[in-house]
């Protein structure tokens, strides 16, 4: 059974730090093309905030480049996203998604709220 299981949100002051990591179980790290983050704040949609592919290339969305740093664990199948100089616009339920090869293409993990007060 597959589980992606998110952990690391939590509340912190504009300024502050935030580590978020995913652990995905039940997938065979081949069958993985990306690992990545996104967040969806109310009201809004769900956006991209980093990806990492296997061959270790990282997107990031502009908001965040120079702030946020996407990492990857391959003998733990784990991604990590460092999160630096916080903003209260960061705030959103961040989810972590797994892209594959493979049938079922899509895995998505239940969400973890970051929330920065100013």
């Known amino acids: 059974q597959v589980q992606l299981v998110e952990s690391g949100g939590g509340l912190v002051q504009s300024g502050g730090s935030l580590r978020l990591s995913c652990a995905a179980s039940g997938i065979m790290l081949s069958s993985i093309k990306a690992m990545g983050w996104y967040r969806q704040a109310p009201g809004k949609q769900r956006e991209l905030v980093a990806v990492i592919t296997s061959g270790g290339t990282t997107t990031y969305a502009d908001s965040v480049k120079g702030r946020f740093t996407i990492s990857r664990d391959n003998a733990k199948n784990t991604v990590h996203l460092q999160m630096n100089s916080l903003k209260p616009e960061d705030t959103a339920v961040y989810y972590c998604?797994?892209?594959?090869?493979?049938?079922?293409?899509?895995?998505w993990g239940q969400g973890t709220q970051v929330t920065v007060s100013s």
């Open positions: 998604k797994v892209d594959r090869f493979l049938l079922p293409y899509t895995y």
